[in-house]
């Protein structure tokens, strides 16, 4: 049977309307340092790839379809595509958390550092990480499980006129939970050293109010801050990674 060529542009423009949404917030992809050209070519291209096997998916919806029906079709397979991006987006933001809570724990928060991943200044510690963790991103192949996962949400969330509103909602929260007690395990042993430091430093202080604790104590935050990241951030970084990938794989 012949497909008219008006159900086929469709139903890819309903394809790229989910890669696109999801894309657009996804780290790595939807950076604000990507130029916008490029962005729209990426999620374009990535459409143009997943549409031979998934066009028999979308196309029965797409098929003689009304511009009403048309309007929330676009409306569905965006928000599909926008929580599955948004999901991912919130691993990377509770690691940013967790490390602007790392640098203002062992002194380098009132540091501003140069705006790379995103335009707001962040503490070079977080920086660091957070680019980093963006890097392994693609470095260990976890793109293409981006893309394995955007064809397996076809069979998960498939097309449809509605959209599954509370379930999205309880999904997004526990994902919540689960990417900020990772990033909480991630960030424990500087929030130990942070708290417990600190309290030693104010117990000297109580005792010798003479001497100029905070300036004797700043040297040397930083410098057991900096030796216990250099020996910690690849472990936390691989625990990062290994929750990241866990996620997205379905595990």
Same mark, same amino acid.
């Given at each position: 049977m012949t497909v008219p060529p008006a159900d086929l542009i469709l139903a890819a423009f309903l394809i790229f309307c989910r890669i696109g949404a999801c894309l657009m917030v996804m780290? @790595? !992809?939807g950076s604000a340092r990507l130029p916008m050209k490029t962005r729209l070519f990426i999620a374009l291209g990535v459409t143009l790839a997943l549409t031979p096997p998934l066009v028999d998916i979308v196309l029965p919806l797409a098929a003689g379809a009304d511009p009403a029906r048309v309007v929330v079709l676009i409306v569905t397979e965006s928000l599909v595509g926008l929580k599955i991006g948004t999901i991912a *987006? =919130? !691993?990377?933001? &509770? =690691?940013?958390?967790?490390?602007? &809570?790392?640098? %203002?724990?062992?002194?380098f928060g @009132?540091?501003? @550092?140069? $705006?790379?991943?995103?335009?707001?200044?962040?503490? $070079?510690?977080?920086?660091?990480? +957070?680019? +980093?963790? +963006? &890097?392994?991103?693609?470095? +260990?192949?976890?793109?293409?499980?981006?893309? *394995?996962g955007l064809v397996a949400s076809y069979t998960v969330m498939p097309p449809a006129l509605s959209y599954q509103t509370r379930l999205s909602l309880v999904e997004i929260t526990d994902r919540i939970g689960e990417a900020f007690i990772l990033s909480l395990r991630i960030a424990s042993p500087f929030l130990i050293f942070g708290v417990v430091a600190n309290l030693a430093l104010? =117990?000297? %202080?109580k005792l010798a109010q003479q001497i100029p604790i905070y300036f004797v104590s700043m040297p040397l935050m930083l410098g057991a801050g900096l030796f216990g990241l250099y020996f910690l951030v690849g472990e936390f970084l691989g625990l990062f990674h290994a929750g990241f990938a866990a996620w997205l794989t379905g595990r």
């Open positions: 780290p @790595g !992809f *987006r =919130l !691993f990377y933001m &509770a =690691l940013q958390t967790m490390t602007h &809570a790392i640098a %203002n724990f062992i002194g @009132g540091m501003p @550092g140069a $705006p790379v991943e995103d335009t707001e200044s962040l503490p $070079p510690v977080t920086t660091l990480v +957070t680019m +980093t963790a +963006t &890097a392994l991103l693609f470095i +260990t192949d976890l793109h293409w499980e981006v893309f *394995r104010g =117990l000297i %202080n």
